[in-house]
């Protein structure tokens, strides 16, 4: 028996030993926050202090070594972060994470970014000598010097690779991801081409499509609607798979000092983005003589993509212009290399690009290009024998233009002002943004960026072009004095929320837009009081009331007759709505209730036409989340008929009808309406790793879940997916919030959704994610005062 014992001892003994050895070297990967480290390259000493959420705050005595600072302390808390993006847009998704990333580096591959980041490389960092080019570069060498000698994270390990050093490349890359990130066509414009082919213009009305402007650009059966369905949900099935977060949208507003208890500028920022983990943004604070800025960082980038300092800051929203078309080219069907092109069949081009495929064979994927751009039949595996007789194209701006969006953050950066500031503006080219500015000095601005697409008066870009025909080709660009722009208007404020922006000189500009539900809460509650401070403005960032859903409501409790001794369950449900206010707060059943009914009325409305798999996709889009109040008020809808019957339905009969299966939906076990309908609990955010994708690893990367208030459309926006399930698991919302009073900026506040680090085992990986729940604040600290706690890293040179 003892020695029974001595073995299970000695066992135990080994195991603990063991997991001691892990513990400690997966701690060992972990961000240091103290110490010191030596650098190559660095001229003199660089001192970084940590705050008390790990924000670094970095001071150098030149700008050369504050690069080489930020992009060392950048790639200790985000490397992975920083590879995944860099993967995601060359393609090379598959080399780390196996086949069933194929069709998403596919369609990256598809859209042409890799290439375009090489010939930048080559345009801005050869033989020109650009203002960017020093620090740019002395960032690259902080990244690519802890690839070398820090401490990689352990995701590295586990996926079995190091990272390869990053390059000028990369960071242009990476800006064209993020401009991908704020484009809709190619998602959204073959639902509309084959609702269009297979019903008419009408059915486009209630997406605010106008159908009377829409020209008659193919014979309904010139494009199979079985192939534009197909294109349209394997785009969408590789979104999905789609590792890293994409831009959804943004709130922003600023006020000049009449409207402040201050007498100075206050500007408002959150920008919407699908949550991930790591979150979007890192914060830094960076001071070298002639410079300080505090700024929010995209993962690989040197330069804030927004921020603040003593004199001036910018924020940003997304200006959802569309500068993506997708064209219809004719193939010879003797030749199917050649498409009609000026009266003439010519080849397309062809490149032969090779996927590295882990645990399997390379792939060799040959994309074909018109003169439009890349085709995408061959991107996507579900559609790709089926070219019928014609290969869609896409044209996009990002991949036309010369991409000079760097050059505008490092100016942007280090302006003087607002006319330094203002002279920026047209060197963001490829992105569609709402610059959103505020001054010390009493300024307030706004202007939309982004090359706007000059198109002829007869295409509907809504829909897929017919590219045999030159006369539907692009005309070219506007000139920036044609872009939307307010400065320091007689109002005193201006609101951007991805809302349709105002005619220049008659022009109006195609756009997958938000409704404008956002901007007119926001205006609403900023009328109500002239001496508006960074708290009380917080409030209205974390506003979560819906005017339009009780519109609907009203028109509910006006239309829907109920018959109580018959369904007891509907009557219960029609008193919840009855006393709901319009909030989407976490105790809330009216939220529940309303967002289960407004599911149901789309389906009802819908899925007779276009199916139960494509309503499934097409529930998360902007184009039906913003036509819900027009059909809802459009009594006369062609949606409000069920095709698959012989009587003719009426809105009356689809709003009964969806409100008796929202009762349904609602019941308990017992039968009864359930007892806890309250918004928190099927209301939910996780805020989800690459690798926490799988179990059981979802428990050890994932940050969550949190019961969260807001929902669609209300200025805490919360992104959901109206479904049958009720479950409403939060898809994207805030990835900052941030309120600056120009009378103190160093008294600016912010949040971030989980924490700085990308680190799972740094202190800040989740250290801010209750807080944000929680709808609360902290310091965005530029000067610290004594009873900060601060950790200190001082990064020293390296001697050769």
């Not at 192939?227 to 507003?253: R, V």
């Not at 109002?491 to 951007?496: K, P, Q, R, S």
């Not at 019961?707 to 898809?731: A, H, L, P, R």
């Not at 941030?738 to 990308?758: H, R």
């Amino acid at each position: 028996m003892k020695w029974f014992k001595r073995i299970t001892l000695s066992i135990i003994l080994i195991l603990a030993v063991i997991t001691a050895i892990i513990f400690l070297y997966l701690k060992s990967t972990a961000p240091k926050y103290s110490g010191k480290n030596k650098i190559a390259g660095l001229l003199e000493k660089v001192e970084v202090k940590y705050d008390k959420y790990g924000t670094p705050h970095i001071y150098a005595k030149n700008e050369h070594d504050a690069y080489i600072a930020l992009g060392w302390v950048h790639a200790q808390d985000r490397l992975f972060q920083m590879e995944m993006i860099r993967r995601v847009t060359y393609g090379r998704l598959s080399d780390i994470l196996g086949k069933d990333l194929i069709d998403v580096d596919k369609s990256m591959i598809s859209l042409g970014l890799g290439d375009k980041a090489k010939e930048c490389e080559s345009r801005y960092f050869g033989s020109k000598t650009e203002e960017f080019q020093n620090s740019s570069l002395a960032y690259l060498q902080g990244i690519n010097q802890f690839i070398e000698e820090g401490t990689l994270p352990v995701e590295f390990k586990m996926l079995g690779f190091k990272p390869e050093k990053f390059t000028p490349a990369d960071i242009f890359a990476i800006i064209e991801y993020m401009s991908f990130g704020f484009t809709s066509g190619i998602n959204q414009d073959p639902f509309t081409t084959e609702i269009y082919q297979k019903f008419g213009g009408k059915y486009l009305e209630d997406f605010g499509i106008d159908s009377l402007s829409i020209s008659k650009l193919f014979k309904a059966d010139s494009i199979s609607n079985k192939y534009l369905h197909e294109i349209w949900m394997a785009k969408n099935d590789a979104d999905d798979k789609m590792p890293m977060p994409q831009w959804t949208g943004s709130n922003s507003w600023v006020l000049s000092g009449n409207l402040t208890k201050s007498g100075k500028p206050i500007l408002a920022n959150d920008t919407h983005i699908k949550y991930s983990q790591p979150a979007v943004w890192y914060e830094t604070y960076m001071e070298f003589p002639g410079h300080k800025f505090y700024g929010y960082y995209l993962a690989g980038v040197p330069y804030p993509i927004e921020g603040h300092n003593f004199n001036y800051g910018w924020g940003l929203t997304i200006f959802p212009f569309d500068n993506m078309d997708l064209y219809a080219e004719k193939i010879n069907p003797e030749n199917p290399n050649q498409y009609w092109n000026n009266s003439k069949w010519v080849n397309f081009t062809e490149k032969t690009y090779f996927i590295k495929v882990k645990g399997s064979y390379d792939i060799a994927y040959k994309l074909k290009s018109s003169k439009h751009g890349t085709v995408l039949n061959e991107a996507y595996s579900p559609i790709k024998s089926r070219f019928n007789d014609k290969a869609i194209s896409l044209w996009w701006a990002a991949t036309k233009l010369d991409n000079t969006t760097l050059s505008a953050l490092y100016k942007m950066n280090n302006s003087k002002g607002i006319d330094d500031f203002a002279k920026t503006m047209e060197l963001i080219d490829i992105v569609g943004l709402n610059v959103m500015y505020a001054d010390a000095k009493g300024n307030i601005a706004w202007w939309a960026t982004g090359k706007l697409v000059n198109r002829p008066a007869h295409v509907n870009p809504m829909l897929i072009i017919d590219g045999s025909k030159e006369e539907n080709d692009i005309i070219g660009f506007y000139p920036f004095s044609k872009n939307p722009k307010s400065i320091n208007p007689k109002c005193g404020y201006i609101i951007t929320a991805n809302n349709p922006p105002h005619a220049v000189d008659g022009i109006t500009y195609s756009g997958y837009y938000a409704p404008g539900l956002r901007a007119k809460r926001i205006e609403d509650l900023l009328l109500q009081q002239n001496k508006w401070t960074t708290e009380s403005l917080q409030k209205v960032q974390l506003d979560v009331h819906s005017d339009r859903d009780l519109r609907i409501v009203k028109l509910l409790l006006n239309e829907v007759s109920i018959n109580e001794k018959s369904n007891p369950e509907l009557k219960q449900v029609m008193e919840i709505l009855k006393n709901w206010n319009g909030d989407y707060d976490i105790k809330s059943s009216g939220a529940t209730v309303f967002s289960q009914f407004i599911y149901f009325m789309l389906s009802d409305a819908m899925e007779d036409e276009i199916g139960e798999e494509t309503f499934d996709q097409l529930s998360s889009s902007y184009l039906v989340r913003s036509s819900i109040e027009q059909l809802a008020f459009n009594e006369k809808s062609v949606w409000w008929d069920n095709v698959n019957t012989k009587i003719r339905e009426t809105r009356n009969d689809i709003l009964i009808s969806a409100m008796n299966k929202t009762a349904v939906s609602l019941k308990g076990e017992n039968g009864k309406l359930k007892d806890d309908l309250h918004w928190g609990k099927y209301h939910q955010l996780t805020h989800v790793h690459p690798i926490g994708r799988k179990k059981p690893f979802d428990k050890i990367f994932n940050v969550g879940p949190f019961e969260k208030s807001g929902s669609n459309e209300v200025i805490d926006k919360e992104g959901i997916k109206y479904n049958k399930d009720g479950q409403y698991d939060i898809i994207n919302g805030p990835a900052l919030r941030t309120l600056v009073d120009f009378e103190k900026p160093n008294n600016a506040l912010g949040i971030l959704p989980t924490g700085q680090s990308g680190n799972v085992f740094s202190s800040h990986y989740s250290d801010q994610a209750q807080m944000f729940v929680d709808g609360k604040y902290r310091r965005q600290i530029m000067e610290f005062e004594k009873s900060d706690k601060v950790k200190t890293v001082i990064l020293e040179p390296k001697s050769k």
